[in-house]
Every structure is written in structure tokens, then in C-alpha cells.
């Protein structure tokens, strides 16, 4: 039997998950322990309330996945937790828990790369065709990565400041809807007629880079001068605006790096890949130039266990191991 079963563990921000995944493209267990509920009333994650849920989960779910699997430990070929990025209290919950782990039952270790994860989560859904171009586009992130082969990735646009998740939970924020916004501004903006004429943040002609933090300051100012002129404002005209200027700036950088680095197919990952206005977008431009585009479903778009063990399956095969001297790293690089 060449069968490999991946133990993954994600830990980095406000869900505490454990998965198993089967030669790196079959989920067998996906368990998430959502915390959402004790960040809510703070409007954001709090990260010692993170880490305090992390600590009480983490041997459930990992107990509970094994349970889903119906597997005992000694049919695992290896662990994969997430190293970095993320609060670092939160990270050091799941990369102990994995050095536990793999200690208790003599299994290689191996450190993930979360956003690695974001993307190898479309593995666990279609097959990854190279050259490939993804957005990663979530609470904490918002990049673009091309990858040439499998387990290679290059950075070629960042966000310069907020990520787009961020500055959409930040204008929900003014506009008094609850946390996490994102969904919220979604389904407003689709009930707007006239949407607010908010700037669209392009940088420099050739950057792939992004910016969120102008845009959303354009929010705020707006919001402020009609309150001071006691003029009415329209949630979702403001919704609407505001989720026009980040489709149109990620389409078009999207589009434009798919096209220049020439790719057999562009994916989408992260929490804010599940926004309606910019997948329509997104899906309707790629079938105009013929380029397959996907995104995973819901589930597998936000924090998941499921891909870092498929991320971790991929660096398992290629031989990539961690040692027991593994530590979280808030800041990891790709
Ligand atoms: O990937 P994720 O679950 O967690 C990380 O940040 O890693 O992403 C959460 C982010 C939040 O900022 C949330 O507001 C945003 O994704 N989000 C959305 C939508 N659903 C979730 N943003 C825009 N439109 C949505 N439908
Ligand atoms: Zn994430």
C-alpha cells in the first residue's frame, strides 16, 4: 500500500484545526474549531483570547479528526503544522502540539507556510496545472504568487500596508455592521443603485503590488463629511463603492500578471476569495481570455487544517523535513 496519510495542524490566527489528507489531494478528516464567537464583541481577533482557545482545543480536534479518519497515530506518515505567518501565541499552540505529536509517535515533522496553505488548498479540489498564478487575498494577506513547479513560490505583488480582508472589516466597522464584515459589505453592495465613486488605487504603472489603506481613509473621510453636513448616508452605496475599487484594482492586477507571466491556470484562495462581487468579476475576465481560473468552496477558502496537510504532502514527497527545534515564526517569508 503506497497510500501516505498527512496529519495537519493550523494554528496561526482564530481557528484551531486539525485534518488528515490522503496523498496530498484527499481530505479523510477536516475539523475546525471556530473561536469567531469570543472575538466578536472586540471586533477583531485578540490574540491572548487566541491563544487561550488554542490550548483548549487543539488536542480535541486532533483526537476528533483521528476519530473522523477511524486511524490511530501509527498510520500517519508524517505531521504538518503551520510554522508562520501569524500571532505567535497562537502559532506555538499547534507547532507544540505538532513536535508532541510527532515526537509521542516517531513521525517526521514538517513546517508549513500558511499562505502555501491557502493555496494548496485547490489541490485538495482540482489538479494544479504550472506555471500557475494565485491571489491570496484574506484577513491577514493580500498577494500575488506565481508558481513555476510544485513547492516553488515567488512573491511578485503584495499589499503595501492593510490587506484587503482587513480594510474590509474596517469600513463594516464604520458603517456598524458586525464582525467579520466582509460578508456583511458583500451582501450590501449588491443591493446599491449608486454606488460612491471611491479612488482606485492602481501605485505605479508596473507594480503588482496593492494598497488598502488610501482607499479605506477615503471611506472614513467620506462617511465623517456627510455626518458633519448632516446629509444621509446609504450603507450600501458606501458598501457598493467600496467593493467596486477593490474588485476593479484585483481583477485588474490579476489579470494583467496572468497574462505577463503567461500561466495554465490562476487560483484564489483566502477568506475574501469567497466575495461574490469579485469572483463574478474574476471568473467572467478569465473565461473571456481563456485561462482556467478556480477557487475552493467555502470551507476550504478560510483557515483550514486541510491545506497544510496538503501543502505539508507536497514537502513530504519532496523530502523536506522540520527538526524538534521548530518554533512559530510570526513573520515567515515564502
Ligand atoms: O482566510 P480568512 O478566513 O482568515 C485569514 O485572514 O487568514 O479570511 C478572513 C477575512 C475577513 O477579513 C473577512 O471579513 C473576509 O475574509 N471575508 C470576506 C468575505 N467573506 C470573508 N470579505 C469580503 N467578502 C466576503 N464575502
Ligand atoms: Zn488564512
Not at 16 to 41: C, D, F, L, P, W
Request: proline fraction near 5%; charge should be negative.
Amino acid at each position: 500500500n503506497k497510500d501516505r496519510y498527512v496529519l495537519g495542524i493550523e494554528t496561526s490566527c482564530d481557528e484551531t484545526a486539525a485534518s488528515i489528507v490522503k496523498n496530498g489531494t484527499e481530505i479523510v478528516a477536516n475539523v475546525v474549531a471556530s473561536q469567531i464567537e469570543s472575538h466578536k464583541r472586540f471586533g477583531g481577533v485578540v490574540p491572548e483570547i487566541a491563544s487561550r482557545h488554542h490550548v483548549e482545543q487543539i488536542t480535541i480536534v486532533i483526537e476528533e479528526a483521528l476519530k473522523q479518519a477511524e486511524m490511530v497515530p501509527e498510520q500517519l506518515h508524517a505531521v504538518a503544522v503551520t510554522e508562520g505567518p501569524g500571532l505567535v501565541g497562537a502559532l506555538l499552540v499547534g507547532v507544540n502540539a505538532a513536535k508532541a505529536f510527532a515526537f509521542a509517535h516517531q513521525l517526521p515533522l514538517i513546517g508549513v507556510h500558511h499562505i502555501a496553505g491557502h493555496i494548496y488548498a485547490n489541490r485538495l479540489e482540482q489538479e494544479m496545472q504550472f506555471p500557475l498564478l494565485a491571489l491570496v487575498i484574506s484577513g491577514g494577506h493580500t498577494e500575488l504568487i506565481y508558481m513555476k513547479e510544485h513547492g516553488s513560490f515567488e512573491v511578485i505583488g503584495e499589499t503595501r500596508d492593510d490587506a484587503a480582508g482587513e480594510a474590509y472589516d474596517k469600513v463594516a466597522r464604520t458603517l456598524n455592521l458586525p464582525y467579520p464584515g466582509g460578508p456583511h459589505i458583500d451582501r450590501l453592495a449588491h443591493t446599491s443603485s449608486n454606488p460612491v465613486p471611491f479612488p482606485r488605487v492602481w501605485l505605479e504603472e508596473d507594480t503588482y503590488d496593492f494598497s488598502f489603506s488610501g482607499l479605506k481613509s477615503a471611506v472614513l473621510n467620506y462617511m465623517h463629511n456627510a455626518t458633519q453636513r448632516g446629509e444621509e448616508v446609504l450603507p450600501e452605496d458606501v458598501a457598493a463603492g467600496f467593493q467596486n475599487s477593490v474588485v476593479e484594482v484585483v481583477t485588474g492586477k490579476t489579470l494583467r500578471a496572468a497574462e505577463e507571466y503567461k500561466v495554465q491556470q490562476v487560483i484564489a484562495a483566502g477568506g475574501v476569495a469567497a466575495n461574490k462581487g469579485l469572483r463574478n468579476s474574476l471568473e467572467k475576465e478569465f473565461k473571456k481570455l481563456g485561462i482556467p481560473f478556480y477557487i475552493p468552496s467555502l470551507p476550504l477558502c478560510t483557515d483550514n487544517a486541510a491545506m497544510i496537510a496538503a501543502a505539508g504532502s507536497v514537502m513530504f514527497e519532496k523530502g523536506i523535513r522540520s527538526n524538534m527545534a521548530m518554533n512559530g515564526r510570526p513573520g515567515m517569508e515564502m
